[in-house]
């Protein structure tokens, strides 16, 4: 009876489940890839508009929306901006 149980050094007794099936192994290492894939999947999902692009063409938008004011506001003089594209 006493050898069924482990001793462990801070005194749990666990019996660890001796039969481990196909089934049971194979979600054990489907949860444990998920795990390690989940932190990317996440970040890619918030940040979903920078890599599609959708970030840039809102800086365009407000770049040209700067050069479209100081031109209204300095008249006619030409206002050079430093070409980010580059």
Same mark, same amino acid.
């Given at each position: ?15 660890? %489940?001796?039969?481990? @099936?196909? $089934? &049971? ?5 489907? *949860? =444990? ?8 999947? %996440?970040?890619?999902? @918030?940040? $979903? &508009? ?5 970030? *840039? =063409? ?12 100081? @031109?209204?506001? &300095? ?5 050079? *901006? ?5």
């Amino acid at each position: 009876m006493v050898s069924e149980f482990n001793i462990k050094s801070f005194g749990f007794n666990v019996i660890p %489940d001796k039969k481990m @099936t196909k $089934e &049971n192994a194979a979600k054990t290492i489907e *949860n =444990a890839m998920g795990a390690l894939w989940e932190p990317v999947l %996440d970040y890619l999902k @918030t940040n $979903e &508009n920078v890599f599609s692009g959708d970030v *840039n =063409a809102e800086i365009q938008r407000l770049n040209m929306q700067t050069m479209q004011l100081g @031109t209204i506001v &300095n008249g006619s003089q030409e206002i050079r *901006n430093i070409d980010i594209q580059s």
